[in-house]
């Protein structure tokens, strides 16, 4: 029977699912009674581990307190100023404020909108041009897709965001010619620091520095989209601290919250603070309904409590290498064709005789969840509270489904 649930990225012609009924951890359950190991914490977010009551009794007690009100002029809930304090003395960005809704799509379209907007308060009403990296992901609305370098994700939506465009994703000279190019119109560029949905690819060596440097001298805005890679996921709070450069925009999701209840948002650095603080009259006319909800900023303050109380962002090196160790030990058997990856986030590149998404299938029969991307790409980001165990199983599930894709595909 056809679903009355139309899914996200997936074939409308579908019909048969995997119905995932509860979590402990790192593990789930279908409702077949199947245990699997997530070794992708849901979709590069549950960083503290599914069902757990710390979080349950956390959201239970905001909703029976306030589950939210608005935070449009004048409102703010006293929850919501907890959690952007807190947010505000993790980040790497001095004198930061930051804006707040409920995903990493919001986010990169608030990010988008507030560089142009910055540039405008500032005295440059000429700068509206967006340069993104191709490869990038950077969600589902209308400025993450317009930005994103992944042209099949943009099929058919057209006409896009105008003066967004993508470059070469590893070519700094390429960047560098676009930027001159247009040097007096950029508002901003914006990058994943380590590519994610794309395929897992950190950033060559010296790659984000010299970004931050193009930026300064012509006069832009750097934003870092973090939807992956903030809360933990490289082993310090945010990928501007484990590379030491520091943007003007940041965009967070998922980790915030670990996907408990929806949330994101956008720190806002100084520069684009001073033009947008600037006049005492200026308002800024943008928000969600959702922007600060009580219950989500709840959630977040507790995931955030949990990732300390664990030693999570620590936790997160120990959990990579693991990972990272069984796929070099893959590489060198010669069952795939390359390892990426950077902190607790990992991908295999496989040999063209694989195809990811069965490999996935076959990972999925032997008890875990891994990631197909495209053809050539199996993904890694799980849990930071996997055991050493369940990592174990997490990779020897993977080994073996290679090994009877290789068979069935007479490899
Ligand atoms: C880097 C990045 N930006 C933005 C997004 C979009 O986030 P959401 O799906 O919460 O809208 C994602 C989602 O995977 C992402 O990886």
Known sequence: MKPTYLHAF?????TEFVTMVRGVGARL????????????????????GHGR???????????????????????????????TDKLHSLSAMPGNRVFLCSSGSEAVDT??????????QAGHPERT??????????GSNFGGTSAQGLPLNKIGYDPLVPDVTQVDPDDIEALSLAMSRDSARIAAVLVEPLQGAGGVFPPSDGYLQSLRKLCDQHGAF????????????LGTWFAAQRFGVIPDFTCFAKAVTSGYVPLGGVFVGAAPLSALEADPNFVLRMGYTYSGHATACAAALENLAIIEREGLVERAKHVGSLVSTALHALHRDGLIKQVRGDGAVWAAGLHAHHDAQAVRDI???????????????????PPLVTSDAEIGRLMDAYASALTEHAQAVGA
């Open 10 to 14: 997936t074939k409308p012609s579908r």
């Open 111 to 120: 990010a988008m909108k507030l560089a142009r907007l910055a540039q405008v």
């Open 222 to 233: 750097l934003i870092f989209d973090e939807v992956i890679s903030g809360f933990g996921r």
């Open 29 to 48: 359950y279908d409702d077949t009674g199947k245990e699997y190991i997530d070794g992708m914490a849901s979709l590069w977010y549950c960083n503290i």
């Open 363 to 381: 990972t999925m029969r032997n008890g875990a969840i891994v990631r197909g991307i495209g053809a050539d790409t199996n993904a890694f980001c």
């Open 53 to 83: 009551k710390d979080m349950a009794e956390a959201i239970a007690a905001q909703i029976g307190t306030l589950e939210s009100y608005n935070n449009f002029d004048p409102f703010t809930t006293a929850i919501t100023d907890e959690l």
């Open 129 to 138: 041009i967006i340069i993104s990296r191709g490869r990038g992901y950077h």
